[in-house]
């Protein structure tokens, strides 16, 4: 069995939820492995507890949004299942609006709102780039995701 299906089959043994349950989605945070790796380790770890994407890589992508009530896995920088994440809130916000306390929940650095701009513009900036996009942080909106950690439990 594929190892991302081999660790849904355990949260949902373990947390005994009903077996016809899905997750949304399996990816890593952030654009490198290394950094892939540092923050499935905060996710773990309960400091980071929101993630931050590009609405418009959404739109461009043709993806949906993430939803209230899905079940996420994180993965490493090696794409494998860390933790299993619930998400409590879906937010849309102007890049500029994001606040001291949206940047503390990413757990990141410091945990300032200084901190989460300077890391997020220049992530946002890769990303759209890749994209054939232009990241303008005066217009950009970005999706705030706030999640729980509900696998593995920890104490």
Do not use: C
């Not at 299906?5 to 399996?26: K, M």
């Not at 929101?50 to 994180?74: C, H, M, W």
């Amino acid at each position: 069995m594929d190892p991302i299906e081999t660790f849904f089959a355990q949260a949902q043994a373990a947390l005994a939820l009903d077996p016809s349950l899905t997750y949304d989605s399996a990816d890593a945070f952030g654009d490198t492995p290394a950094m892939a790796d540092a923050l499935a380790a905060l996710v773990l770890a309960g400091q980071k507890t929101a993630t931050t994407s590009a609405f418009a890589l959404y739109a461009k992508d043709q993806e949906p949004l993430p939803q209230p009530r899905g079940l996420n896995i994180v993965l490493d920088g090696h794409e494998h299942p860390v933790v299993l994440t619930y998400t409590e809130a879906v937010t849309i916000h102007p890049f500029t609006a994001i606040t001291p306390e949206i940047a503390a929940k990413e757990g990141e650095g410091d945990l300032s709102l200084d901190y989460w701009r300077q890391v997020h513009t220049a992530f946002f900036t890769r990303e759209f780039q890749a994209a054939g996009l232009t990241f303008d942080p005066v217009t950009a909106l970005v999706v705030v995701e706030e999640f729980r950690l509900v696998f593995p439990i920890t104490q």
